[in-house]
């Protein structure tokens, strides 16, 4: 008898990567994971909400092949394969960019659903960059997601941010206003954590950021001159040559899928450290 | 000696954002096409295409490669399979 094996059909995970504050490392981050993702084999697609400011495709290195784009398919000028561009380093890597030239407004809940829902077809991962602010763009880009990374400095005004789009994705969001549906399972990413900056008390520390948040911990980013060097040349950081940001990604991506992976930098001893070595200036 | 050390790697990579920028920028900042030329031409040769041939709006795949000197447009067209 034969059988045809029945594929499975993957249900692809969304998650969007916001913050509120602008120049967090949203962008940074959602090339780091999507392609960290796909680098474990998963298929994973990464989209641009920031509509307007197409940054994705620079970091991501695809810049120079957009054809069609997230507003096109939305407005039906063109079909979601036309527009998604296939990385050339790993296979199970996609772009879907975004318009320059047009607005927020461009975009449409039943448009972006739509598109969400065809993705969620074909990829295990669905990477949202979310656009900054907290208004119909950064609303769009939480509102049908399953997680939520929440891309965070240690710095007041972006924890402030964070901690309101944490409020949004508690209550603006397609399961928070579904009856009975699981709450956005959201977590904090630190980034640009500059050990020395905290040593010297010039910025907050891990536990106060997650006191104010109270949302569990994805990972620690260090502040790293290797981002700069892989958004050169266009490389996400995790497919760049080795660095300490690159393997901190590596490790949120690993507890992003739920494996135990420690700390690698251990950030509350190098206050005591630096303190030691260079005198107490707090 | 240590600057000297350091700046050929970081002057290569930023040689590569400027490059990169350049040719985007060039394409960006205008060819008197307009940005959203793409939809529009895909329309037309769809159309040309279609007084021919029935073809469906996703049997044309575009491809395009920008480049300092030139640039490439690739169409794909799928035909529908000749009836038997
Ligand atoms: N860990 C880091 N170390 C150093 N620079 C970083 C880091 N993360 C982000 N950056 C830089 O910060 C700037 C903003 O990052 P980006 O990812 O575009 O933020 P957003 O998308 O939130 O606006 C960029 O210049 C980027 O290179
Ligand atoms: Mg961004």
């Known amino acids: 008898?034969?059988?045809?094996?029945?594929?499975?059909?993957?249900?692809?995970?969304?998650?969007?990567?916001?913050?509120?504050?602008?120049?967090?490392?949203?962008?940074?981050?959602?090339?780091?994971i999507g392609a960290g993702l796909a680098k474990r084999g998963h298929k994973t697609v990464v989209i641009d909400f920031d509509v307007g400011l197409r940054n994705l495709d620079m970091i991501m290195g695809c810049e120079r092949r957009v054809v069609f784009d997230f507003i096109n398919v939305i407005q039906g000028e063109a079909k979601l394969k036309q527009a998604l561009i296939k990385d050339r380093r790993l296979e199970t890597l996609c772009v879907l960019p975004t318009s320059q030239t047009r607005d927020k407004d461009a975009l449409t809940k039943e448009g972006v659903e739509a598109v969400l829902a065809e993705l969620r077809e074909e990829f295990d991962y669905i990477i949202c960059d979310s656009p900054a602010?907290?208004?119909?763009?950064?609303?769009?880009?939480?509102?049908?997601?399953?997680?939520a990374v929440v891309v965070t400095n240690p710095e007041v005004s972006s924890v402030r941010d964070s901690d309101r789009v944490l409020g949004l994705l508690a209550s603006k969001t397609k399961r928070a206003e579904e009856e009975g549906a699981e709450p956005i399972k959201a977590q904090v990413l630190l980034t640009r954590y500059d050990a020395q900056r905290i040593a010297?008390?010039?910025?907050?520390?891990?536990e106060d950021v997650l006191e104010i948040l109270a949302v569990p911990l994805l990972g620690i980013i260090p502040?790293?001159?290797a981002v700069l060097r892989a958004s050169n040349v266009g490389v996400p950081i995790v497919l760049d040559a080795p660095s300490n940001a690159g393997s901190a990604y590596e490790d949120a991506v690993a507890r992003?899928?739920?494996?135990?992976?420690?700390?690698?930098?251990d950030p509350d001893r190098r206050p005591g450290l630096m303190r030691r070595l260079f005198g107490r200036t707090a | 000696m240590f600057g000297r050390t350091l700046w050929p790697r970081r002057a290569s990579s930023a040689q590569?954002?400027?490059?990169?920028?350049?040719?985007?920028?060039?394409?960006?900042?205008?060819?008197?096409?307009?940005?959203?030329?793409?939809?529009?031409?895909?329309?037309?040769?769809?159309?040309?295409?279609?007084?021919?041939?029935?073809?469906?709006?996703?049997?044309?795949?575009?491809?395009?490669?920008?480049?300092?000197?030139?640039?490439?447009?690739?169409?794909?067209i799928e035909l529908p399979a000749p009836r038997r």
Do not use: C, W
């Open chain 1, 1 to 32: 008898m034969t059988t045809e094996l029945k594929q499975e059909r993957p249900v692809g995970k969304i998650i969007v990567i916001t913050s509120g504050k602008g120049g967090v490392g949203k962008t940074t981050t959602s090339a780091a």
């Open chain 1, 133 to 147: 602010g907290i208004e119909k763009g950064a609303q769009l880009a939480m509102y049908f997601a399953d997680e």
């Open chain 1, 200 to 206: 010297k008390g010039e910025m907050m520390t891990v």
């Open chain 1, 223 to 225: 502040e790293s001159p």
């Open chain 1, 256 to 265: 992003l899928m739920g494996e135990d992976v420690a700390l690698r930098l």
């Open chain 2, 16 to 76: 590569t954002a400027k490059e990169r920028l350049q040719i985007l920028l060039a394409h960006e900042r205008g060819t008197g096409t307009g940005p959203d030329y793409l939809p529009a031409l895909q329309r037309d040769i769809l159309e040309v295409i279609r007084r021919h041939v029935p073809v469906e709006q996703d049997a044309v795949e575009i491809r395009m490669e920008r480049g300092r000197e030139v640039s490439s447009l690739e169409i794909n």
